[in-house]
């Protein structure tokens, strides 16, 4: 089976701090992912990096970066941490293209971060 | 841009009732898919199913069954006979597959499905 996995399932960090949260997939896919989930909001987009060193910025870009060095693993940072940023944060791998025997994709198991 | 609608936020139930969950997407490409995925409480996201647009074949696994039609941009998932353990929050996202970097994932809002014993 694919594998996302996040670092942290849960992380508390304080306002202004640098915040790095990691994400590894070990089935060599080019597509990798971050959203946020938010009550009521659903799981919007960050960014997303579609080979190494690519990426393109999603829906809700502001206030994040991102990192891929590697092909297998996919970070996101948080520069300067605020309050309005405590969320769910979900990582997300594919392979490209969609075909019958590829059925999409997989998901990390979240890293739930608080800001105080 | 691609977009998702799932006009029910909440839905509740009584066990073994049949629960349809509505999803409605828009796209302006000829080519993507359409999924449901799953997150009981833990967290984690479950993938439920994959359809392709040019595949309008309506698909039964168990209890569980989805109803596509392009004509009213729909991709409905519906529950029969619910039990407890389907209480979760079900989400259905589109991806526009037209190549290059245009697979990125658009998720509507959810839908948070409670089934009372």
């Known amino acids: 089976d694919v594998k996302v996995t996040q670092s942290s399932r849960y992380l508390v960090k304080r306002t202004g701090e640098k915040v790095f949260l990691e994400c590894v997939q070990d089935?060599?896919?080019?597509?990798m992912f971050w959203y946020r989930q938010d009550p009521g909001l659903g799981l919007r987009l960050i960014y997303f990096?579609?080979?190494?060193?690519?990426?393109e910025k999603g829906d809700i870009p502001e206030g994040y970066s991102v990192s891929r060095e590697k092909k297998e693993r996919f970070s996101l940072i948080l520069e300067s941490a605020s309050t309005n940023q405590t969320s769910m944060y979900l990582c997300?791998?594919?392979?490209?293209?969609?075909?019958?025997?590829?059925?999409?994709?997989?998901f990390g198991s979240g890293t739930r971060l608080t800001v105080v | 841009a691609q977009k998702v609608t799932q006009a029910q936020t909440e839905i509740s139930v009584v066990e073994k009732e049949d629960v349809t969950l509505d999803c409605v997407y828009e796209?302006?490409?000829?080519?993507?898919?359409l999924f449901w995925y799953k997150q009981p409480p833990s967290g984690e996201l479950v993938f439920l199913i994959r359809?392709?647009?040019?595949?309008?074949q309506n698909e039964i696994s168990g209890r569980y069954s989805w109803n596509f039609q392009k004509s009213t941009s729909s991709f409905n998932f519906t529950i029969t006979a619910s039990q407890v353990v389907d209480s979760a929050v079900y989400f259905c996202a589109l991806s526009e597959g037209s190549g290059g970097s245009n697979y990125k994932l658009t998720f509507g809002k959810g839908t948070l499905l409670t089934v009372n014993p």
């Open positions: 796209t302006r490409d000829t080519t993507y898919y």
């Open positions: 089935m060599d896919h080019e597509n």
């Open positions: 997300a791998s594919t392979l490209l293209p969609l075909t019958a025997a590829n059925y999409g994709y997989t």
């Open positions: 359809r392709n647009s040019f595949d309008e």
């Open positions: 990096s579609y080979d190494v060193k690519m990426k």
